[in-house]
């Protein structure tokens, strides 16, 4: 609980501050074993920094809020919202001079150094495996990889954030450090360094974790989504899900789906593509993650500009089945939800020689579809062709997902002009600030 967060609102609120150190109190009591006394002094304290700084007194210390929500624009939920926002991060960023960065909405960024490219990527760990911190560790880590991998680079190195609230066991770092190591040591890639903080240091109470995994890796050709071409083929390898797909098993109580999703084959697969010298062949690569095949081909679709052609019955063949099973028994569209499959695009003759190298080594694989010239992403189903497009939110995967559903609660356009402007007033902040200490050298 974001004691800061509840004091501060019931100060704007007008609420009598006695009623809200007695509120304060009674919340403290409910999470921590602490005595009365000392709940009535941690009470006071939290109510004495909120007021001290619910008003911010310059620009530096204050923002002008947009009026719109995290959840409100489905910002993190892999849908339209969370893409238009990164598109205004983007924004924010600017010019960066770098090969390839957040502009072109890839998995990682690149620098060019000394004739190869240095790739660089970093990946939040699923809020809602919190409670389950070797799952959160293992799947992170494998996401980081997998965004590394698919530019066209090998991994050399990992680095790992977590912050555990206050309430949380110590245990959880571990379990959570377990999880990467595990990742870490089954595909020879080191954790090398990392952080551990509190989330909210005595403010949040309670045991919420949450934390990141990125990675490094060095390429000397890369295979970024803009590279993608009218005419080339779309392969994918088997999927069994990740963090997603955990959340979902854990959160309706099929934990035998769990098991599924501890795999490597995504990487093993990369390896093989570099070790059989194919890497240098291949336009693109891409993990199916992002709002799943809707948000993924989207995405390509605006970075390369072209379009892509889906064919359904290949896509669905290559779930796994128990992953499939209970997708469809929870009607969850397969097509809206993380998937963690390789999707490469390559021409048509290194398509079947990379048919042949993986299915040598049982990974299954198929071609999925095709490139061709235009815009936007189509599905081939039962001989029809249909638009393939992102949801507001990827699909809805837990109960409670359910319950806020996959569309917007409030007018989408609106929101949109408010980020717009939002953006607009950090862009100015920034340059305000970049003025004001280069005024200060001499």
């Known amino acids: ?23 304060l109190k009674e919340r403290i009591i409910e999470i921590k074993d602490i005595s009365e006394g000392k709940a009535h002094l941690l009470a006071k304290a939290v109510l004495e920094e909120a007021n001290a700084t619910l008003h911010p007194d310059s620009d530096i210390t204050s923002f002008s809020a947009s ?14 919202g969370d893409f238009y926002a990164h598109q205004k991060i983007a924004e924010v960023i600017g010019e960066t001079g770098a090969f390839i960065d957040s502009s072109q909405m890839d998995d990682s960024g690149v620098v060019s150094i000394d004739g190869n490219y240095v790739v660089l990527t970093v990946d939040g760990m699923h809020s809602r495996l919190s409670d389950f911190p070797f799952l959160a560790g293992f799947h992170v880590t494998r996401a980081a990889l997998r965004d590394i991998y698919v530019m066209g680079a090998r991994p050399i190195m990992l680095f790992s954030d977590i912050h555990l609230a206050d309430d949380g066991d110590v245990a959880k770092i571990f379990d959570y450090t377990a999880g ?3 990742v870490s040591e089954l595909v020879g890639v080191p954790l090398v360094t990392g952080s551990t903080l509190r989330i909210g240091g005595d403010m949040v109470i ?18 970024a989504r803009k590279s993608a071409r009218p005419e080339d083929m779309i392969l994918m390898t088997e999927g069994a899900g990740g963090g997603t797909i955990a959340a979902t098993a854990l959160y309706f109580r099929r934990s035998n789906v769990v098991m599924e999703t501890l795999n490597t084959i995504f990487l093993d697969a990369c390896k093989l593509l570099f070790d059989n010298e194919i890497i240098a062949k291949i336009h693109a690569m891409t993990d199916v993650t992002n709002g799943g095949i809707r948000g993924d081909a989207t995405e390509i679709s605006k970075t390369a500009g072209v379009k892509l052609v889906f064919i359904e019955e290949k896509i669905r063949s290559l779930v796994n089945k128990t992953v499939l099973r209970m997708l469809d028994e929870l009607e969850i569209d397969y097509l809206g939800v993380s998937l963690d499959a390789l999707l490469i695009i390559a021409p048509k003759n290194v398509a079947e020689t990379i048919l042949e ?13 095709h490139i061709e010239e235009g815009s936007g992403a189509a599905l081939i189903q039962n001989g029809e062709l249909h638009e393939l497009t992102p949801k507001f939110r990827e699909s809805a995967y837990t109960p409670i997902k359910k319950v806020v559903g996959e569309f917007p609660s409030v007018n989408l356009s609106q929101m949109q002009r408010k980020v717009d402007e939002a953006a607009e007033r950090a862009k100015e902040k920034k340059q305000n600030i970049l003025e004001f200490i280069l005024g200060k050298k001499p």
Do not use: N
Not at 69 to 80: I, N, W
Not at 207 to 222: E, K
């Open 180 to 182: 990467i190591t595990t």
């Open 206 to 223: 309670g045991d919420r974790m949450t934390g990141c995994v990125g990675a490094v890796g060095i390429a000397s050709v890369l295979t």
């Open 67 to 80: 009026g719109v929500t995290m959840g409100d624009f489905g910002v993190g939920s892999r849908g339209h």
């Open 357 to 369: 190298v993986l299915r040598k080594h049982d990974i299954s694989v198929e071609i999925i579809g």
């Open 1 to 23: 609980m974001d004691l800061e967060g509840y004091a501060k609102r019931a100060l704007r609120r007008g609420e009598d501050r006695d009623i809200i150190l007695r509120k």
